[in-house]
């Protein structure tokens, strides 16, 4: 069977929030990210209703941390990272968050509200990804540093996630971070390039993380 490719499908379905969020209901079926949520029970969490693209969101489940529903300086959180590696969360801004796909803005725990991305469900499927490079089957995963005389041949044999460069919130100085995927492969690029990046990868099987490695022959991987 052909594994989950994550480019092919996400330029397949983009478009509007409506693809998106089909987008992440297949990408979480296949990678078993977890069962869907009840935005009900989110819901009452708040005084008001919950915005209509967090509804979507949690209905996916296994994305977004269902802990982290909160008001804080006028944002609207609905995720924090791993409170191991940093105290990252991610939010909407209350003055948008009635629109039907509303924009991100994200704290890496310094107090200051930063421009994430354009379309919740957008960073919805970039936290996604996330959550498959973090917590996916450890005997499917590996990481390696690449030089940066290596990265250009390395990553020409995966396709772009059509996904923006994002910032590396665990340390801005590692960014952009940038997705690629192959055929059951998902992979995660951060660092500038000039001075090489770390290359994170995720495989639907060992044949898929075998076909990684022999696409980057050369790489000294963690494990």
């Known amino acids: ?8 499908e996400l330029r397949a ?7 998106a969020w089909e987008f992440l209901r297949r990408f979480a079926r296949a990678w078993e990210l977890g069962e869907s949520g009840n935005p009900a029970r989110f819901a009452a969490r708040l005084d008001g209703a919950l915005p209509v693209a967090l ?3 949690y209905a996916v489940g296994g994305v977004l941390d269902p802990g982290a529903l909160e008001l804080q300086d006028n ?7 791993d409170p191991m590696i940093t105290e990252t969360m991610w939010g909407i801004p209350l003055d948008v968050a009635g629109r039907p796909d509303p924009p991100v803005v994200i704290n890496t725990g310094d107090g200051n509200w930063q421009p994430y991305l354009e379309q919740v469900s957008l960073a919805c499927v970039d936290l996604a990804l996330t959550a498959v490079i973090q917590d996916h089957d450890e005997r499917l995963c590996n990481a390696c540093e ?20 994002l910032p590396m919130w665990i340390d801005v100085e590692e960014s952009p971070v940038r997705w690629w995927s192959g055929p059951g492969q998902l992979l995660r690029t951060n660092g500038d390039g000039d001075g090489g990046v770390w290359l994170w990868v995720s495989a639907q099987t060992q044949d898929d993380l075998n076909a990684v490695y022999a696409a980057v022959p050369y790489a000294e991987w963690n494990t």
Do not use: I, N, Q, S
Not at 13 to 19: E, R, S, Y
Not at 146 to 165: E, K, T, Y
């Open 1 to 8: 069977m052909t594994g989950f490719d994550t480019a092919a």
């Open 13 to 19: 379905w983009l478009g509007d929030a409506a693809g």
């Open 55 to 57: 509804r979507e969101a």
């Open 75 to 81: 944002v609207l959180v609905f995720h924090y990272a």
């Open 146 to 165: 690449l030089p940066a005389a290596m990265v250009g041949p390395a990553m020409a044999a995966f396709d772009r996630v059509p996904l923006p460069d």
